[in-house]
């Protein structure tokens, strides 16, 4: 039985891998879908109050990308890996379309800093917040299509049929690639199947430029079957979900940075402020301190609708103080969201015993560790709870619509409770396991695992006030 299954999985890799040029067709069907919902809208008269999505494209745009495109394509990163990335993003697409025509340029070492995933992600999630992206189409052409045209600059400036804005500058690929750890599928290479001889070897264009030979989960892999098969040596397989975290991904400094402080920090933030009425109170306090000296300018709504939210015709607007106090909540939350999940990581960290990081040896022969190596490992671990929240605060777009459609969403709040209690068992579980790799004795690792728990806290409060509170 079990047999059959991995054929059957095997099968499908070298369908996928067969019907290459029907997946280009779908591909560019979605480009055209994209670009129509990105462009007409924008061109379009706001909608009222009493526009829905069945009778005008704005809406239905907005639905499409924020009711339904991102809080699902999330959810499918865990489910069948990076496959949105290499057989359905109208993104990915065009960037390698543009680098199959380009000028085919090195690509620079700058480019390959290993911050920018943070960095853009980070700047994304900020800027779409100052502009409304949630709601407004401008504001959507500027967030999405600005990244679309970027993506083919970059694509026609490096590389040659590769995806390079893919693998070094795409907003969404460190988040999409730390949740394809858990996604119960992979390209397995077999190491003793590629030594063997073979007499004839066809290129495979690897998009995302990944070393094949030595590929080993499926993090970075975009899913699209070029390679099934190839030397014999690779072959989509079955694997456990929790597999990758804990054989294979060992993290650095800049995944536990997204993880705890942009997944898990910057993005709750992000998703609460115009919940909060703390923000209301802090903007209040700041405008009164401001009156009382005569400062008057960061009062005024003068701002372009590319900088801060500026449409006056439907009495939406924002001052450069709205602007600065969602610049300060937005810190805040990952400061104090952030900031106690690693402090949390780094005292279970110090409660076990040193993690010495596998096959990485010194001089002499032993065992390398370097002094935040533990704290990456385990942050690891945190990776459902911080994709469950941001599934939870883009779900909300969904939920608003849905409401505005007229429809009964009383079971929203026990779905989102019941999600968010599974994603934190499922990270406590991962953390006794990665606990178990460092020490198996129950008392260190119960330990360790609670003082995880007790940096969590604040996140999980973050949660409850935005579902019950306010």
């Known amino acids: 039985m079990a047999y059959t299954f991995r054929s059957r999985v095997a099968r499908a890799g070298g369908?996928?891998?067969?019907?290459?040029?029907?997946?280009?067709?779908?591909?560019?069907?979605?480009?055209?879908?994209?670009?129509?919902?990105?462009?007409?809208?924008?061109?379009?008269?706001?909608?009222?109050?009493?526009?829905?999505?069945?009778?005008?494209?704005?809406?239905?745009?907005?639905?499409?990308?924020?009711?339904?495109?991102?809080p699902f394509v999330l959810v499918s990163i865990p489910l069948f890996g990076r496959a949105w990335c290499g057989l359905f993003c109208p993104e990915g697409a065009l960037t390698e379309w543009a680098s199959g025509h380009g000028r085919g340029g090195a690509i620079p070492h700058w480019m390959r800093w290993g911050g920018w995933p943070f960095v853009a992600f980070a700047l994304t999630t900020v800027y779409g917040q100052l502009v409304s992206v949630y709601q407004y189409p401008w504001a959507v052409?500027?967030?999405?299509?600005?990244?679309?045209?970027?993506?083919?600059?970059?694509?026609?400036?490096?590389?040659r049929e590769k995806r390079v804005w893919c693998k070094y500058l795409c907003p969404v690929s460190g988040v999409f690639n730390l949740l394809a750890k858990l996604a119960p599928w992979y390209y397995r290479v077999d190491p003793q199947?590629?030594?063997?001889?073979?007499?004839?070897?066809?290129?495979?264009?690897?998009?995302?430029?990944?070393?094949?030979?030595?590929?080993?989960?499926?993090?970075?892999c975009h899913m699209c079957g070029r390679c099934s098969d190839y030397r014999g040596a690779i072959t989509l397989s079955p694997r456990s979900p929790e597999s990758e975290i804990m054989h294979v991904a060992e993290g650095d400094g800049w995944q536990t940075t997204?993880?705890?402080?942009?997944?898990?920090?910057?993005?709750?933030?992000?998703?609460?402020w115009s919940a909060s009425p703390w923000f209301v109170t802090i903007k209040q306090a700041a405008a009164t301190w401001l009156v009382e000296r005569d400062i008057y300018w960061p009062l005024a709504q003068n701002a372009p609708w590319f900088l801060l939210t500026h449409y006056p015709e439907v009495n939406d607007s924002f001052s450069w103080l709205d602007g600065a106090v969602i610049l300060l909540f937005i810190a805040g939350a990952a400061l104090c969201v952030g900031g106690p999940a690693f402090l949390?990581?780094?005292?279970a960290d110090r409660a076990l015993p040193a993690w010495r990081r596998p096959g990485v040896l010194d001089a002499s022969g032993r065992l390398l560790?370097?002094?935040?190596?533990?704290?990456?490992?385990?942050?690891?671990?945190?990776?459902?709870?911080?994709?469950?929240?941001?599934?939870?605060?883009?779900?909300?777009?969904?939920?608003?619509?849905l409401q505005h459609e007229g429809v009964p969403t009383g079971w929203a709040n026990p779905a989102r409770f019941?999600?968010?209690?599974?994603?934190?068992?499922?990270?406590?579980?991962?953390?006794?396991?990665?606990?178990?790799?460092?020490?198996?004795?129950?008392?260190?690792?119960?330990a360790a695992v609670g003082l995880v728990g007790l940096g969590l806290a604040p996140f999980c409060v973050a949660w409850a006030l935005f579902f019950v509170v306010w």
């Not at 030594?195 to 030595?214: D, G, K, Y």
């Not at 949390?344 to 005292?347: A, E, K």
Request: aromatic share 10%.
């Open 141 to 159: 052409a500027a967030v999405l299509g600005g990244s679309t045209v970027a993506a083919m600059i970059v694509g026609w400036l490096y590389g």
């Open 418 to 446: 019941l999600l968010l209690g599974l994603a934190l068992a499922w990270t406590l579980r991962f953390e006794w396991r990665l606990a178990g790799l460092r020490c198996r004795r129950p008392s260190v690792r119960v």
């Open 369 to 401: 560790r370097s002094r935040l190596a533990g704290v990456h490992k385990l942050a690891q671990g945190l990776i459902p709870a911080g994709g469950a929240g941001v599934f939870l605060g883009l779900s909300a777009t969904t939920l608003t619509l």
């Open 193 to 220: 199947a590629w030594r063997q001889p073979v007499r004839r070897i066809e290129s495979i264009n690897c998009a995302p430029l990944l070393p094949l030979r030595n590929m080993k989960g499926a993090a970075e």
């Open 344 to 347: 949390g990581l780094w005292l």
């Open 258 to 272: 997204l993880i705890v402080f942009g997944l898990m920090g910057l993005a709750v933030g992000a998703f609460l």
């Open 15 to 70: 369908f996928l891998r067969d019907h290459q040029r029907a997946i280009r067709r779908l591909q560019w069907v979605i480009v055209g879908v994209y670009v129509f919902l990105l462009v007409v809208p924008a061109l379009m008269t706001l909608p009222d109050r009493t526009a829905s999505v069945f009778n005008n494209l704005t809406v239905l745009a907005q639905f499409a990308f924020w009711g339904i495109w991102w």
